[in-house]
């Protein structure tokens, strides 16, 4: 009963943890407006198969996310008008079935306090934090990962101590698979297979995977993928596995794609703000695993599932920080490893290249503290020019939080880890919740949505825009919105010149007229939109027009 509770507990924990800016965020550009974007034309279309981004298709990635978030609008009744938090509940539940599931993995490899542990720290890195706010693909690639490497660990673990294997672990291994590879391919079973490959590397022995029913298991999985998979390949006659598998994951394995090649080193850089508040601490309990790992199996397997997995994706040329989430599971079973211990055992003395590593992570650890403090003051008087009050206590949250996390002891005792999580929580629900959606000049598609609501002369009204061709703008105002340059905007209105609006710069205002002009019509400007395009760095002085009477 007392485990149940536990388990409850912490899946409304990790739900509250991203409640906060769910729908006071406005989409996010560019991947999300894309992903959210998708699922709005299937539910305009009824269309569950294809996946189209206007007239364009979008084969990156496969359907599951969309038919989950298809599911959330449905359940909304709101349909195609579902407003953005409707497809974001699908990431924040993905976050939440990931913590449970690292909290099941935890308490059946090192016992309750660990379990615990685990999920507190799962439910309140900035990684988690971030990706349980974003309607994308990686919460829920997080939580089928974690329930495959957590059936997995549980097999591996009673074959190592010719323990019966509990029947229905396989079931979870293959099905968390399939589901996977539904949602963002291959993911998922390379992170199986680097930790397989690497248990094997060290221990020469694979007799215990016999346990895994690979025959059935891999029946399963194409039972699971292979209906759809058939559908879109004759759909889209086989443009779905080029896009897909030629030219998304192999272009990423082979050249840094979508402008994100970047070399070796990468994660470990941007590691102490996607495992903020826990990376210290992860580190320390790492550094203790590495050190015993010859005795105990279960550590082999915790630094199996996170050291490939890390080392494969610093080697990729294209690089994001989403990309390692999946390993992140694996450090935080080892802080709840380290609550097993004895207090002279769990904080013995590291090796001189460990203690290193150590001091740089803690480094790390003040840095993204500090900086976190510094943009919940700083961003609001850079971008809007006033100060917010709610930056003090987002501020104060951040360095708390800091503080606590801070342990000259490896072992951190319970208590403190749920301080450090909750201290964690108030810094993103204010950060992401207040202080972020208050960040006007930086949301320009919902200013232009009301401008365009504001102004739009017809129920039929359509809007071409110039220049401004962020994702989130089809999503906001309409998906046959125009993304076109200045002479598209031109032709758009003098081919509806009663109804429709165009959006460009203002620079560009005479050169606008002067198209419409050898149709002896002019431009008259209803709306001025200023701002920052933050996915490009451009600032922006926008205008809506319409043809003048």
């Known amino acids: 009963m007392a485990l149940n509770r536990n388990y409850i507990l912490l899946f409304l924990f990790s739900l509250v943890m991203t409640l906060s800016g769910l729908a006071s965020l406005p989409p996010i550009d560019r991947d999300e407006s894309r992903f959210v974007q998708a699922t709005k034309q299937m539910a305009e279309s009824g269309d569950y198969v294809d996946i189209r981004f206007q007239e364009a298709s979008r084969y990156q990635k496969p359907i599951g996310i969309y038919w989950l ?4 609008v449905t359940l909304s009744g709101k349909g195609a008008e579902a407003p953005i938090w409707v497809y974001r509940t699908i990431s924040a539940l ?4 990931a913590v449970l599931a690292i909290a099941w993995t935890g308490t059946n490899l090192f016992g309750a306090n660990a379990g615990i542990a685990a999920g507190l720290v799962m439910a309140a890195i900035f990684a988690t934090a971030f990706e349980g706010r974003d309607a994308k693909t990686d919460a829920m690639l997080l939580a089928c990962c974690v329930a495959a490497q ?5 097999i591996y673990l009673a074959s190592r101590r010719n323990a019966p294997v509990a029947g229905h672990l396989w079931w979870i291994f293959w099905i968390a698979q399939g589901a996977a590879i539904l949602i ?15 248990l094997f590397a060290f221990e020469r022995d694979g007799r215990w995977l016999s346990k895994l029913r690979v025959g059935r298991g891999l029946l399963l999985v194409v039972v699971i993928t292979l209906p759809w998979l058939a559908a879109i390949t004759w759909k889209s006659h086989g443009a779905f596995l080029q896009q897909a598998v030629g030219k998304d994951m192999l ?3 082979a050249s840094g794609e979508e402008s994100h090649g970047l070399p070796p080193g990468f994660y470990m850089l941007t590691y102490s703000l996607f495992m903020w508040p826990f990376g210290l601490i992860a580190v320390g309990a790492g550094l203790q695993a590495l050190n015993r790992m010859r005795d105990d199996v279960r550590l082999r397997f915790c630094l199996a599932w996170y050291i490939p997995f890390w080392l494969v994706f610093e080697l990729i040329p294209t690089k994001l920080p989403h990309y390692v989430l999946p390993a992140y599971p694996g450090m935080a079973l080892l802080i709840g490893w380290l609550l097993t211990l004895q207090p002279e055992d769990a904080n013995a003395s590291l090796k001189r290249w460990q203690q290193w590593l150590w001091w740089s992570t803690a480094f790390g650890l003040v840095v993204v503290s500090l900086g976190l403090a510094a ?14 009050w709610w930056s003090i206590p987002a501020a104060a949250a951040a360095l708390g939080t800091g503080y606590f996390a801070f342990s000259r002891q490896l072992q951190v005792p319970l208590p403190r880890v749920g301080a450090t999580a909750a201290c964690a929580g108030i810094t993103y629900a204010l950060l992401f919740g207040v202080i972020a959606p208050s960040l006007k000049p930086i949301w320009l598609s919902p200013a232009i949505k009301q401008a365009v609501l504001a102004n739009k002369p017809c129920d039929t009204t359509v809007l071409a825009s110039a220049r401004f061709q ?3 703008l089809v999503f906001l105002v309409g998906t046959k919105t125009v993304l076109t340059d200045v002479g598209g905007v031109a032709q758009h209105l003098l081919t509806d010149p009663a109804c429709a609006l165009g959006l460009a710069p203002i620079e560009d205002e005479q050169k606008l007229n002067g198209m419409l002009s050898v149709q002896g019509k002019s431009v008259k400007r209803v709306a001025e939109i200023d701002g920052l395009n933050y996915s490009s760095g451009d600032k922006l002085s926008l205008g809506l027009y319409r043809v003048a009477p």
């Open 69 to 72: 978030q298809s599911a959330a």
């Open 470 to 472: 962020e994702p989130s």
């Open 150 to 154: 957590g059936a997995l660990a549980q």
């Open 94 to 97: 993905g976050i939440a079935i």
């Open 375 to 388: 943009v919940s003051i700083g961003a609001p008087i850079y971008l809007t020019h006033s100060f917010s």
């Open 251 to 253: 272009g990423k394995v």
């Open 184 to 198: 963002k391919g291959p993911i998922a079973p390379l992170l199986s297979g680097l930790t397989i490959a690497a």
